[in-house]
């Protein structure tokens, strides 16, 4: 199989993009770790960047339409709608580190706590 690989550099220096995600309308969401950032790359090349807080990680697009995403060090899933407004939702598991999350069949949301040892 023959295939090209393009390559985008992130508008933001060392923000070490972690998770990616791709949008209903053909654009590509991401989560940039260590820039605190959750990124979009339009169909047509544009990037627009929104500020998050504690290390975004996973991030999958929800049944509600919106992009969810895990925060590593913020203890916290934070759901982020097209427009870039930001909702955040506590985790109980103190120190949880979730750092991946997806979208089950089931119409829930489920993320692995690594520092919890849970599901």
């Known amino acids: 199989m023959a295939g090209t690989i393009s390559e985008s550099?992130?508008?933001t220096t060392n923000a070490q993009p972690f998770g990616i995600a791709a949008g209903l309308d053909g654009s590509v969401w991401f989560t940039e770790v260590a820039g605190n950032k959750i990124g979009r790359l339009s169909v047509g090349g544009t990037f627009t960047e929104f500020p998050?807080?504690?290390n975004p990680g996973?991030?999958?697009l929800g049944p509600d339409?919106?992009?969810w995403f895990t925060?590593?060090?913020g203890n916290k899933i934070g759901q982020?709608?097209?427009s870039g407004t930001i909702?955040?939702?506590s985790i109980p598991t103190s120190g949880s580190f979730s750092h991946t999350i997806a979208a089950g069949p089931d119409g829930a949301l489920w993320f692995a706590e690594a520092g919890g040892n849970k599901i």
């Open 87 to 89: 909702a955040e939702f």
């Open 80 to 82: 982020i709608t097209g």
């Open 58 to 60: 996973g991030i999958t």
């Open 52 to 54: 998050a807080s504690g």
């Open 71 to 73: 925060e590593i060090g």
């Open 9 to 11: 550099a992130v508008l």
């Open 65 to 67: 339409g919106a992009f």
